[in-house]
């Protein structure tokens, strides 16, 4: 519709964030590679093993998507844990902690990717689009996101404190070892590009290529529909 009010021309190509796009792109491939290792499994299984309270087991199983996100994206934070939540709950027969802990996990996603340029794609475009300094960004935000934390461990205190066993009846593995340690290489790419120590197009070349040598399968894990969202936002707005 906005078309119609300025017609397209060669400069809807300008309005566009190249870099944006390609470090999310990036961000994207590399942090499904990562999952595929088993990396976010294993750091859970790690963390859960044991005899647990309740209040602690919701604590940890709602703070895994709260820092996790500030690293590998709220959404991928979520699509991690949730299934892991579940999974967790059915097999203690806490099936009863379903909405409770799902509604958490949910707002603390999306709350802990804010305290990063890179926890989700609108930090990523700000971030980029405005030049902004890390400790300008993390300063700003920081008290945000420590109101948000308390809040979510207030809310977390509503919950029974019983005490439940968890236990693994096979033990994760990192798997793909030489992927996975490319991979971490890879997410440190990312970061610094974010931080405009590396070229971005350096960065999204090298985590493609790698990505179509060692799992090609990878590229279909990227969320295009939030890709073009962006695509359009930038032409809208532009």
């Not at 990562?34 to 963390?47: I, M, T």
């Amino acid at each position: 519709v906005s078309a119609f009010f300025v017609p397209p021309t060669l400069a809807y190509l300008s309005y566009i964030d190249i870099r944006t796009l390609c470090l999310l792109f990036s961000m994207m491939l590399v942090i499904a590679s990562l999952n595929e290792c088993g990396l976010f499994s294993l750091l859970a299984q790690k963390l859960l093993q044991g005899k647990k309270q309740m209040r602690a087991l919701s604590c940890l199983l709602v703070l895994l998507p709260f820092f996790f996100s500030m690293f590998i994206t709220n959404d991928v934070a979520l699509i991690t844990f949730v299934p892991f939540s579940i999974f967790i709950l059915t097999e203690i027969h806490k099936e009863k902690y379903y909405i409770r802990t799902l509604v958490l996990q949910t707002i603390a996603a999306n709350l802990g990717s804010m305290a990063t340029p890179f926890g989700n794609p609108q930090n990523l475009f700000l971030f980029t689009k405005y030049g902004l300094s890390l400790s300008f960004f993390l300063t700003t935000i920081g008290p945000f996101v420590l109101a948000s934390l308390f809040l979510l461990l207030l809310c977390i205190l509503f919950i029974p404190n019983e005490t439940v066993q968890i236990h693994f009846a096979q033990e994760n593995r990192i798997s793909k070892k030489t992927d996975f340690v490319f991979s971490l290489l890879l997410f440190g790419c990312c970061i610094i590009s974010v931080l405009r120590i590396l070229p971005y197009w350096l960065t999204f070349i090298l985590i493609l290529l790698f990505v179509l040598i060692r799992s090609p399968k990878q590229i279909k894990a990227v969320d295009y529909s939030l890709l073009f969202t962006f695509v359009f936002l930038f032409i809208f707005s532009g």
